[in-house]
């Protein structure tokens, strides 16, 4: 694996490299070391090597001092807000929003998490080997078979969840009309990123905002559910009883998936529901 440090458009692991983009560039934060020390125990764990690529030598500096001195470095807090790189700054916040995770899926798949009570990992969910589910056309990232032993979780106000959806539905990259008047939003399921970061499952990859071990319960850690309106009487006789008062539903009277993603965090950070927000 190649982690590839950069001013880059947008971070993300693709084809075997992880272009790791700084929001402050040629500036590398605490959290940002952190998150690469992360990544390559990750990756060593799983019997990958990792390789470091970056042009700018002062960065390399910085970061053959943090992988010296780890113990300086793992104690970095979260920042609670993580400024967009250029391929995300059309969010309203222009970066994310670190209070929440939320887990992003289609109509069917939800329902599936709601009779089951728990969001399984890929490998659970359709009951097949990791590797299989590597080998498939859909894992056009190529990652690698581990990533299919986890439930991946996406910070709060993000829109790549949605965006997944709809590239799921229609079999390809969505264009620009099919995120705005085309766009059909997901059920999104958050969570209180402290409440996931105790669970003993938890992972922190470097990569992902939060990841959890094979299956994540909903009536422990379930913040809220968001369902678009269009929707509810889908859900109403689904949805057990005790997470009923978890469950809303909201009108997509949204421009773009942009809008939809604004509208749904604004109401989701409103509210604190009792019990289940660890700040």
């Given at each position: ?59 390399v500096k910085v970061v053959r001092h943090a992988f010296a001195n780890p113990a300086l470095f793992i104690p970095a807090q979260k920042p609670q807000f993580i400024p967009g790189y250029t391929a995300c700054g059309q969010c309203k916040q222009k970066g994310c929003l670190t209070e929440f995770l939320c887990h992003t899926t289609n109509v069917e798949s939800a329902k599936s998490i709601f009779r089951c009570g728990r969001i399984l990992s890929a490998v ?156």
């Amino acid at each position: 694996m190649t982690v590839n440090i950069g001013k880059h458009e947008c971070a993300g692991l693709w084809d075997h490299v992880y272009y790791f983009a700084l929001s402050d560039y040629p500036n590398i934060s605490d959290w940002e070391l952190r998150k690469l020390i992360c990544f390559c125990d990750y990756e060593k764990k799983h019997g990958r090597k990792t390789k470091i690529a970056c042009k700018k030598r002062s960065i390399v500096k910085v970061v053959r001092h943090a992988f010296a001195n780890p113990a300086l470095f793992i104690p970095a807090q979260k920042p609670q807000f993580i400024p967009g790189y250029t391929a995300c700054g059309q969010c309203k916040q222009k970066g994310c929003l670190t209070e929440f995770l939320c887990h992003t899926t289609n109509v069917e798949s939800a329902k599936s998490i709601f009779r089951c009570g728990r969001i399984l990992s890929a490998v659970n969910a359709r009951n097949q080997p990791a590797a299989a589910l590597a080998e498939e056309p859909r894992n056009a990232a190529g990652d690698p078979p581990d990533y299919f032993d986890y439930v991946m979780l996406n910070w709060g106000n993000c829109q790549a969840g949605d965006r997944l959806v709809m590239e799921r539905m229609l079999g390809r990259f969505p264009d620009e009309r099919n995120l705005s008047v085309g766009f059909q939003p997901g059920i999104r399921f958050y969570f209180a990123y402290n409440t996931i970061a105790a669970h003993k499952d938890f992972t922190e990859d470097g990569c992902h905002a939060a990841k959890i071990k094979d299956a994540l319960a909903l009536a422990e850690y379930l913040y809220c559910c968001v369902i678009p309106s269009q929707h509810k009487a889908e859900f109403e006789d689904i949805v057990p009883g005790p997470l009923a008062e978890r469950v809303f539903y909201l009108e997509n009277d949204c421009g773009d998936i942009w809008e939809w993603s604004d509208k749904v965090y604004g109401f989701v950070s409103d509210m604190k529901i009792s019990g289940l927000f660890h700040s």
